[in-house]
């Protein structure tokens, strides 16, 4: 809290703009009041005993950001802030089709700002949010569970070809799992869980990454029936961080 009113302080001494502001001044002062609001909503989400109020405030803070960067056409700055607004409908207060919208939204500016490195990552979120989505419905979406594997699949060969090793450990995580739960065919997630099994992955990847992508790969395999894509699974889950067992 202390950051949030050091943050809120230095905003209310930028917010006023000075009389012989040119617009230079203006756009490198609306830019960093911009980067302010955002920071004020990531530094909130960390806040644990935050009212349902102060939830709330966060997502205004973004929408104040977005509405001082988009006229300057600030796509590193838009994105993030549309990174963050999903981040936080799909974790703070769940709400899939928002995060959705606010992914796609972000993705759209990274490719226009031929950001192939960001791409990864937020293919994932895209994956997770629709398969989400998907869940929601009665019976389950099936095009959005395709959708979900289609997204992870390519997020995993995207980042496979950037050498993003803990990108692609968390969508072939997610993709065995979607596969799993949903009794899809083998062969539309066995590249998933190829990628897995092989050493580069387990060798390069941070241990938060294997631990993440372990506990997707036992929580689909919890869904199969006994046999050896079952053991094949857990398997590659044990590889990627073995199970601590009670002693």
Sequence with gaps: RETIEALNALRER?????????????????????RLENECANTWQRV??????????????LERSIALK???GDLEGLAAS????????????????????????????????????????????????SYDQALQATPVDEGGVE????????????????????????????AVRFGCEQDRPLESWAAALEALEGPSLIDEGATFARNGAAGLLRQGAATLEEGDLKLRVLSAAEALSPEQKPE
Aim: charged fraction near 30%.
């Design 14 to 34: 930028l917010a006023p703009p000075p009389a012989d502001e040119d617009a230079g001044d203006e756009r490198y002062r609306e830019l960093l009041l911009g």
């Design 48 to 61: 644990r005993d935050r009212s349902e109020e102060e939830t709330s405030g966060i997502t205004h803070h």
């Design 70 to 72: 988009e006229p300057h």
């Design 82 to 129: 549309y990174g963050v607004l999903g981040n936080f409908y799909m974790w703070t207060r769940p709400e899939p089709a928002k995060a959705l919208e606010n992914y796609r939204k972000d993705l759209e500016i990274i490719d226009r700002a031929g950001s192939r490195f960001a791409r990864p990552s937020l293919l994932n979120r895209i994956g997770m949010a």
């Design 147 to 174: 959708g979900a594997l289609a997204n992870c699949g390519k997020a995993l060969s995207e980042a496979l070809a950037l050498g993003q090793e803990n990108d692609a450990i968390f969508a072939a995580g997610a």
